[in-house]
């Protein structure tokens, strides 16, 4: 866990949640799935102006109501309690009500014209018969408002299919202009300006246009689980306020630099000075963007003033970020480390090393000396050959750490890991004081790295991944520093997701094998990455090769 006294910012506490429901009504039309939506008052304390989902807060007489609603077995009471509040949103704002009457009819336009949608709710429906459909509202997703808000909501956004014979009727107070709308036209009117939707609503309506049918998306709620839980985190990007989702890359760097969400932190990647991500760790990302490198490769520096600073894959032998580098740490770069050999991550290594030495400092250059299967541009010979587990800490000038570092507020205590896989002299590095973990190539964000043999090995790589699980554990990772990319949160999440897409990537080679044996490499790549760019088939083949290995190399059934 990142120490407080770490963080870049004063924390505060976000605002306390309050329960609210809404409710997707759905119809199939002539061209897709519709959605019933309507715009809220300008006057509104919360989204004023936007189009929304009907909804509202839940109120104690929605838990009071359970016996006057049908329920399905499997559905808890505070689900039910939540489709009971939002079966009566969408009776208060829009006229429409889930319900029937006894003899399991639909209530229609006319019955609803009956009731008052001012009165108590549930006291009207019972006095004429009518029982709450509970049942047929499911639950979609759940959304928690985002921590840097003012108004914040705790929400489950439930589905209903739209009851037949009524008609939306807002109640032109909190609720205008109901209309039905495909998502896929609603999310090109809000990119086009005139139809204003809020985050949550967004990302709703993305997910909601690749359904086909109504009773497509019910068959996906049966699972009485939301589908997807989200607080979003905001950053900003291109000087504009930017929100993400948990499963968006910027997200696990949001909530490390700010945990309770306030919006602090610049997504822009950009190479002419450092980003600050902690007051111990700052992150400076070398002019190399490409196809394999992302937005360029990211050198770390980790430590204070008092400390000095301990530089992590300086990069390509780029004079310019290497001068960056060094004035960044105000010249006082104790020890460089590589995390492997390869050409954007060790070239800068020896001109850094001479850049401090001009300066009166002799940092030492550590790492793993490249093996013999290395390339030829990935040759790598460190002044100090490092140990598994060996701890890095405060340095004296040109000389090794002591050992010995307590864990207090201010140390800064780097552990070495061995992970060979991506290359035979890949390792890893812990800040135990912290909980981070900086993964050079082994694990990226946004793609999975290439593993290219001989020096790269499949089998290595997936037994290292189980290591860093494992360190997770032992050492309290929560995020992951990738050496190309944005920070990575939810660390052994992460880590259990990228084994879980390795092994679903083999199982289908598998059966590209299988159903091709006398196929290529060649034959094979367009049918094991039919769903990569295409472009990227020349690298997807070296990855390829290392998992046909492994298969080649796996005990075989009968023999």
């Known amino acids: 866990m990142v120490r407080p006294n770490q963080l870049l910012h004063p924390t505060r506490e976000p605002v306390a949640l309050r329960p609210a429901a809404t409710v997707l009504l759905l119809r199939d039309g002539n061209y897709g799935i ?51 509040a939002a079966i009566r949103e969408s009776f208060e704002e829009l006229g429409v009500l889930l319900a029937r009457h006894a003899d399991g009819s639909h209530v229609t336009t006319a019955d609803i014209a009956a009731l008052d949608r001012k009165a108590p709710f549930a006291a009207q429906c019972q006095a004429r018969g009518l029982t709450l459909a509970g049942a047929d509202v499911f639950v979609l997703a759940h959304w928690i408002t985002d921590r840097d808000l003012p108004r914040r909501f705790d929400v489950p956004f439930l589905v209903a299919r739209m009851p037949e014979g009524q008609e939306p009727v807002a109640d032109e107070s909190e609720q205008f202009e109901p209309e039905w709308i495909r998502p896929a036209d609603a999310l090109a009117r809000h990119a086009a300006g005139n139809f204003f939707i809020i985050f949550p609503t967004i990302r709703t309506l993305e997910r909601l246009q690749h359904y086909a049918s109504v009773d497509a998306v019910l068959k996906a709620c049966a699972g009485e689980k939301p589908l997807w839980t989200s607080c979003p985190r905001a950053g900003f990007l291109n000087g504009q306020t930017a929100r ?131 390339r030829a541009d990935s040759t790598f010979t460190p002044d100090w050959t490092l140990s598994n587990h060996e701890l890095l800490t405060h340095i004296s000038q040109g000389q090794k750490p002591d050992l010995k570092a307590e864990n207090s507020e201010n140390s800064h205590t780097l552990k070495v890991l061995f992970t060979p896989g991506h ?51 032992e050492n309290a990772i929560e995020f992951i520093l990738p050496a190309h990319g944005y920070v990575i949160g939810q660390a052994k999440t992460a880590i259990a997701q990228l084994k879980a897409h390795r092994l679903k990537r083999e199982a289908k080679i598998i059966g590209v094998m299988q159903a091709l044996p006398d196929g290529t490499l060649d034959d094979w790549v367009p049918l094991a990455y039919d769903d990569v760019d295409q472009r990227l088939w020349p690298v997807a083949k070296r990855s390829l090769l290392a998992h046909v290995e492994r298969i080649q190399s796996m005990p075989q059934e009968g023999k």
């Open 423 to 473: 290359a035979a002299n890949h390792l890893c590095l812990v800040l135990l004081e912290d909980g981070l973990l900086f993964s050079g190539d082994h694990i990226l964000n946004g793609s999975t790295t290439v593993i290219n043999p001989p020096d790269g090995n499949m089998n290595a790589y997936l037994d290292s991944l189980d290591l860093l699980s494992q360190a997770c554990d």
């Open 244 to 374: 993400y989702m948990e499963h968006e890359s910027p997200f696990g760097e949001l909530e490390l630099t700010s945990p309770d969400g306030q919006i602090v932190h610049t997504l822009d990647w950009q190479t002419g000075a450092p980003v600050k991500l902690l007051k111990n760790l700052m992150r400076l990302t070398a002019p190399n963007p490409g196809m394999m490198t992302g937005p360029g490769t990211n050198s770390y520096l980790v430590g204070d003033a008092l400390s000095g600073y301990i530089a992590i894959d300086p990069g390509p032998a780029d004079a310019d970020h290497l001068q960056r580098l060094y004035h960044a740490a105000g010249g006082d770069i104790r020890l460089i480390v590589c995390t492997h050999s390869h050409p954007d991550h060790s070239p800068g290594a020896r001109p850094l090393q001479a850049l401090c030495e001009a300066a009166g400092k002799q940092p030492l250059i550590a790492g793993l000396p490249s093996a013999d299967t290395a």
């Open 34 to 84: 519709e959605v019933l939506m309507t715009r809220r008052s300008m006057t509104a304390s919360f989204a004023p102006g936007a189009y929304v989902f009907p909804g509202g807060g839940i109120d104690a007489a929605d838990s009071a109501a359970h016996r006057q609603s049908t329920r399905r077995p499997t559905q808890s009471d505070l689900h039910l309690t939540q489709a009971i």
